[in-house]
């Protein structure tokens, strides 16, 4: 199988853009060395099995995350699928803000009394709803994308002591 231009050239990783997509020994995929994801192959158009233009796409993860190789790197394949992000980061953001605001403006507008021992509390939910749902948003990006964060601390890790 001719992946690329030439058997031993490796091409940049997709996700991480760290890393190099190489083949697996004795299998039909692809890994990446830095990241580990796993890719697969196929044509983009099956009735042209000699096509030079290949889908790159990601098999170990529940989203169908594709790249087309132009000779150089791989270009996002995912049109429907950069559509329907940029609505997601948009209902994500709100998600954050929404519940937020609503905290900090019944705090504002029903104040307690200085003197009382917990005046500090509706500020505190109003930060911890904002610290909350921020986590719960990068958590799902997280999940969804399945970016390397262990791969990454490992390599800061291993630039710092050198």
Known sequence: MNYFSSRSQTSPCPVCMRGAIAEMPMMESLACNFCNHIFTLENQLESQPDSD????????????????????????????????????????????LVPTAIASISAYIFQPEPDVPLAWFPKFWAIATFCGHLFVLLSITRDYTQFPIQAYWRSIKRSWLG
């Open 53 to 96: 233009r290949k889908i790159l796409k990601m098999a170990d993860t529940i989203s169908t995350l594709r790249w087309i190789w132009t000779g150089k790197r791989w270009e996002n394949a995912n049109a429907v699928q950069v559509y329907t992000s940029r609505w997601l980061s948009i209902l994500g953001i709100l998600l954050v």
